[in-house]
């Protein structure tokens, strides 16, 4: 059973548009969400974090989450062909399945954004 | 150097081969992470350390061996790998606890 599941894509908006990603986990107790952008051939780099319940802005960037409904979203305002790119959604795992205090993140598949000029 | 550095970048080794993943850390972490991403695949933790503590996952096959001297360095040692094992590697960092993980650039493996 999958943790945490994205819709795979591809996901294709016009330049400008705002472009919507979506994620849901299956742990109720997860505490903390992550946003990931990964470049083709590249390392997944952190654009978002959110750790309560609604809305996270930073610039382009909003970050949403519902706790009640297992929830989180990005949404891209303004879209340009360099946010193309395969968008991950992290979440970091309850504290009972860590050693010590270390916490690990469990990660969805990635959504693959175009953003067509 | 900063951030997370993975070496090497890129590495084709035959099935008998014994060969190590190097990563080092400046961002003054105490935990450190190795995932492997194959692809349409989501990332999968392989190991954790923390503190000089292993957590790992049971899936993972015993030709891989992880190695943790200090908090800013950590090793993949691989030995006798099937072609399925070909993926990229990546490792990262955090501080114990909190927030997300910074990743280093990977090194792209191929079992051959």
């Known amino acids: 059973q999958k943790e945490v599941e994205q819709n795979s894509g591809p996901l294709s908006v016009p330049e400008g548009a705002i472009a919507s990603l979506n994620c849901t986990y299956s742990?109720?107790?997860?505490?903390?969400f992550f946003w990931y952008r990964q470049y083709s051939g590249k390392s997944p780099e952190l654009i978002m974090s959110?750790?309560?319940?609604g809305d996270k802005e930073d610039g382009r960037f909003t970050a949403q989450l519902n706790k009640a409904s297992q929830y989180v979203s990005l949404l891209i305002r303004d879209s340009q062909p360099s946010d193309s790119a395969t968008y991950l959604c992290?979440?970091?795992?309850?504290?009972?399945?860590?050693?010590?205090?270390?916490?690990?993140?469990?990660f969805g598949s990635g959504t693959q954004l175009t953003v067509l000029p | 150097e900063t951030g997370v550095t993975q070496t090497p970048r890129h590495l084709v080794m035959g099935m008998t081969n014994k060969k190590s993943l190097k990563c080092e850390q400046h961002?003054?972490?105490?935990?450190m992470y190795w995932y492997k991403q194959s692809a349409k695949k989501p990332l999968e933790l392989m190991f954790v350390?923390?503190?000089?503590?292993?957590?790992e996952n049971n899936s993972v096959p015993s030709r891989f061996s992880p190695e943790c001297p200090n908090s800013s360095h950590l090793f993949l040692h691989l030995h006798t790998l099937q072609p399925e094992d070909s993926a990229l590697y990546l490792c990262?960092?955090?501080?114990?606890?909190?927030?997300?993980?910074?990743f280093g650039s990977g090194t792209r493996l191929t079992v051959v």
């Open positions: 990262a960092s955090s501080h114990r606890g909190q927030g997300g993980y910074t």
């Open positions: 742990d109720r107790v997860s505490q903390s």
């Open positions: 959110i750790y309560s319940n």
């Open positions: 992290a979440v970091k795992g309850p504290p009972e399945r860590t050693s010590g205090s270390a916490r690990q993140l469990t």
């Open positions: 961002l003054g972490h105490n935990a």
């Open positions: 350390y923390s503190l000089e503590e292993r957590v």
